[in-house]
T-cell receptor
Framework: DTAVSQTPKYLVTQMGNDKSIKCEQN?????MYWYKQDSKKFLKIMFS???????INETVPNRFSPKSPDKAHLNLHINSLELGDSAVYFC?????????????FGSGTRLTVV | DAKTTQPPSMDCAEGRAANLPCNHS???????VYWYRQIHSQGPQYIIH???NNETNEMASLIITEDRKSSTLILPHATLRDTAVYYC?????????FGTGTRLAVRP
């Protein structure tokens, strides 16, 4: 069983469209994250949710709206897609607490905006 | 999170130990040292973490200096599948901030 699963794996869409990426974890973790990896391979945190509550919002445009219906799911909705949104988006989960045993990442969603 | 400094690239021969250094001179007393790797655009993979003591698991060993200003990740017998970008991160675990990492190439 995949621990952190993201769908879709690939997404090609036109500028101006609205799209969603879904993430689910079956590890029983209480915290989930979205990271963005751009073409230069920099991995940057976007959002963090703990038990469905937004914890971290790293100066991400408000076209990006995360939603966590329960602690096992964290979806990312993007409005009015722009060329610069093209990147690989990674979902991750962890169990909170000092010195937790690390994050588990999904395999990524490659978003291409044309 | 503590700022970390890693060499941009390294290589080692298959079957030999790979020793990846990391400087984290600004790490605070309650911040851990985490190591992750990313193999060819896959999701980052957790390797190991430690606070003060050296740590070992099935993947690697982590050696932290007594002053905690630097550490070394050791892959005892590197294989071609260990070719990846290795990230050293200093933090408390509530938010991982990835740097540019070290690109390790394991050669046959």
């Amino acid at each position: 069983d995949t621990a952190v699963s993201q769908t879709p794996k690939y997404l090609v869409t036109q500028m101006g469209n609205d799209k969603s990426i879904k993430c689910e974890q079956n590890l029983g973790h209480d915290t989930m994250y979205w990271y963005k990896q751009d073409s230069k391979k920099f991995l940057k945190i976007m959002f963090s949710y703990n038990n469905k509550e937004l914890i971290i919002n790293e100066t991400v445009p408000n076209r990006f709206s995360p939603k966590s219906p329960d602690k096992a799911h964290l979806n990312l909705h993007i409005n009015s897609l722009e060329l610069g949104d093209s990147a690989v988006y990674f979902c991750a989960s962890s169990q909170s607490g000092q010195g937790n045993y690390g994050y588990t990442f999904g395999s990524g969603t490659r978003l291409t905006v044309v | 999170d503590a700022k970390t400094t890693q060499p941009p690239s390294m290589d080692c021969a298959e079957g030999r130990a790979a020793n990846l250094p990391c400087n984290h001179s600004t790490i605070s007393g309650n911040e851990y040292v985490y190591w992750y790797r990313q193999i060819h655009s896959q999701g980052p993979q957790y390797i190991i973490h430690g606070l003060k003591n050296n740590e070992t698991n099935e993947m690697a060993s982590l050696i932290i200096t007594e002053d905690r200003k630097s550490s070394t990740l050791i892959l005892p017998h590197a294989t071609l599948r260990d070719t990846a970008v290795y990230y050293c991160i200093g933090g408390s675990g509530d938010k991982l901030t990835f740097g540019t990492g070290t690109r390790l190439a394991v050669r046959p």
